[in-house]
């Protein structure tokens, strides 16, 4: 069976606010829709993904492509979620999906074991959604504030998605209906007389709807994120020279640092530490120095690469600490500028960010001024 997933993501989300559409505000660093796009392309039996945009968004998907380090397949969806819906189906019909899962961009926590439940039960039905046992007390409430009466709380449960369907069957229902707009999938299977059936949903997946949501995903995502340190060291030979790059400063105090790029040893530290955060090796297998275009390169490239492979780790950086040990230059009159940059470059508060500088009593090759070594340790979450 061919799998294919619909994710809607064409909605402006005007009860979030947040100045931009939903899915594109990110959380602990990730995009909710990458983190929906994630959920879904990387489940096993999702064979391929179409996300349903609305073209207005070219920026916002562009950033998220960078986020994935792929290109995903859109088309244009509706003014309504039914015809966004639509819009995705149309494309799963050219593709010859067998059957589709049709996903809310908005509900980025859906879980391998969610979609292994709706897979398994597309093998008994043509139509399974998650739905989860309401466990408020329920009324209806009339105009104003005035309580009507209650709602007998038997057998209600709220749908969630993503909802799962055999695609012909599906496709019939939508080409029969005949009101505008419905609230989900389900219910355009219900209008056309067909049989939907649940499996468990979860709390967990619940959809970004007003602000409240994302600050209730951002404190669960805090919850389980984990703090790791990650340590840098470089060295490089000094010489006279009119100029020096250090922490992405550029000094002029008569000394330079030689190397095959700007050799600006304090960025390489910090880019080593945040490489240690990511797991993801050291800076000599991501630059080689071997290679020409790194020649003379600016290391603020060095570090935004290494802060990106931290960004698709799923982490963070939160706080640096940075050591520049040399007899000279004097770092004092530099250090506020160095805070400021490497605060800039890593995304943090100049408070998140500590330069320190010591000598090394004229002991060893700093003592004698041939080099100037730095050290720095980057603390990242990860979630
Ligand atoms: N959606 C869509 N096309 C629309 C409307 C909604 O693709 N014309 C998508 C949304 O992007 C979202 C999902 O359907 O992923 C669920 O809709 P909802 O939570 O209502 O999102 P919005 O419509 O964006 O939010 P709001 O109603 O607050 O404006
Ligand atoms: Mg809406």
Same mark, same amino acid.
């Given at each position: 069976?061919?799998?294919?997933?619909?994710?809607?993501?064409?909605?402006?989300?005007?009860?979030?606010?947040? /100045?931009?559409?939903?899915?594109?505000?990110?959380?602990?660093?990730?995009?909710?829709?990458?983190?929906?796009?994630?959920?879904?392309?990387?489940?096993?039996?999702?064979?391929?993904?179409?996300?349903?945009?609305?073209?207005?968004?070219?920026?916002?998907?562009?950033?998220?492509?960078?986020?994935?380090?792929?290109?995903?397949?859109?088309?244009?969806?509706?003014?309504?979620?039914?015809?966004?819906?639509?819009? /995705?189906?149309?494309?799963?019909?050219?593709?010859?999906?067998?059957?589709?899962?049709?996903?809310?961009?908005?509900?980025?926590?859906?879980?391998?074991?969610?979609?292994?439940?709706?897979?398994?039960?597309?093998?008994?039905?043509?139509?399974?959604?998650? +739905?989860?046992?309401?466990?408020?007390?329920?009324?209806?409430?009339?105009?104003?504030?005035?309580?009507?009466?209650?709602?007998?709380?038997?057998?209600?449960?709220?749908?969630?998605?993503?909802?799962?369907?055999?695609?012909?069957?599906?496709?019939?229902?939508?080409?029969?209906?005949?009101?505008?707009?419905?609230?989900?999938?389900?219910?355009?299977?219900?209008?056309?007389?067909? !049989?939907?059936?649940?499996?468990?949903?979860? !709390?967990?997946?619940?959809?970004?709807?007003?602000?409240?949501?994302?600050?209730?995903?951002?404190?669960?995502?805090?919850?389980?994120?984990?703090?790791?340190?990650?340590?840098?060291?470089?060295?490089?030979?000094?010489?006279?020279?009119?100029?020096?790059?250090?922490?992405?400063?550029?000094?002029?105090?008569?000394?330079?640092?030689?190397?095959?790029?700007?050799?600006?040893?304090?960025?390489?530290?910090?880019?080593?530490?945040?490489?240690?955060?990511?797991?993801?090796?050291?800076?000599?297998?991501?630059?080689?120095?071997?290679?020409?275009?790194?020649?003379?390169?600016?290391?603020?490239?060095?570090?935004?690469?290494?802060?990106?492979?931290?960004?698709?780790?799923?982490?963070?950086?939160?706080?640096?600490?940075?050591?520049?040990?040399?007899?000279?230059?004097?770092?004092?009159?530099?250090?506020? +500028?160095?805070?400021?940059?490497?605060?800039?470059?890593?995304?943090?508060?100049?408070?998140?960010?500590?330069?320190? !500088?010591?000598?090394?009593?004229?002991?060893?090759?700093?003592?004698?001024?041939?080099?100037?070594?730095?050290?720095?340790?980057?603390?990242?979450?990860?979630?």
């Amino acid at each position: 069976m061919r799998i294919g997933a619909v994710i809607v993501a064409a909605g402006r989300g005007e009860r979030a606010g947040g /100045g931009i559409p939903k899915q594109y505000r990110r959380l602990a660093g990730q995009s909710v829709l990458a983190r929906s796009i994630r959920a879904l392309r990387d489940h096993p039996h999702v064979d391929t993904v179409i996300v349903v945009i609305n073209p207005q968004d070219t920026e916002h998907l562009d950033a998220v492509a960078r986020e994935l380090d792929a290109r995903f397949d859109t088309v244009p969806g509706g003014a309504t979620r039914t015809a966004s819906v639509q819009a /995705g189906l149309e494309w799963m019909r050219t593709y010859g999906a067998d059957a589709v899962m049709i996903h809310d961009a908005a509900r980025p926590f859906a879980s391998p074991s969610l979609i292994d439940r709706l897979v398994s039960a597309l093998d008994r039905h043509a139509a399974v959604i998650p +739905a989860l046992p309401v466990a408020d007390a329920l009324v209806q409430v009339g105009d104003g504030d005035a309580v009507r009466h209650p709602v007998d709380r038997t057998g209600l449960q709220a749908a969630q998605t993503p909802q799962a369907f055999h695609l012909a069957p599906l496709l019939e229902a939508y080409a029969r209906l005949d009101e505008t707009a419905l609230p989900d999938d389900a219910a355009v299977i219900l209008a056309a007389g067909g !049989a939907v059936h649940t499996v468990a949903g979860e !709390a967990g997946n619940f959809k970004l709807t007003t602000p409240g949501d994302f600050d209730r995903a951002e404190g669960e995502l805090a919850m389980k994120a984990i703090t790791v340190t990650g340590q840098g060291l470089d060295v490089h030979r000094l010489e006279p020279a009119e100029t020096m790059w250090l922490c992405g400063i550029e000094l002029h105090e008569g000394l330079g640092l030689i190397g095959h790029s700007d050799a600006d040893a304090g960025l390489h530290a910090v880019t080593d530490a945040v490489l240690g955060c990511a797991g993801a090796g050291d800076i000599g297998q991501h630059f080689p120095p071997s290679d020409p275009k790194w020649r003379g390169a600016a290391s603020d490239k060095f570090l935004l690469h290494a802060l990106d492979l931290l960004a698709k780790a799923g982490g963070q950086a939160v706080h640096a600490d940075v050591t520049l040990i040399a007899e000279r230059p004097k770092i004092g009159p530099y250090r506020d +500028a160095m805070r400021q940059r490497l605060a800039e470059l890593l995304d943090l508060d100049p408070a998140r960010v500590n330069i320190k !500088a010591t000598t090394t009593e004229k002991l060893g090759f700093t003592g004698r001024g041939e080099g100037l070594a730095a050290q720095a340790v980057v603390t990242a979450r990860l979630t």
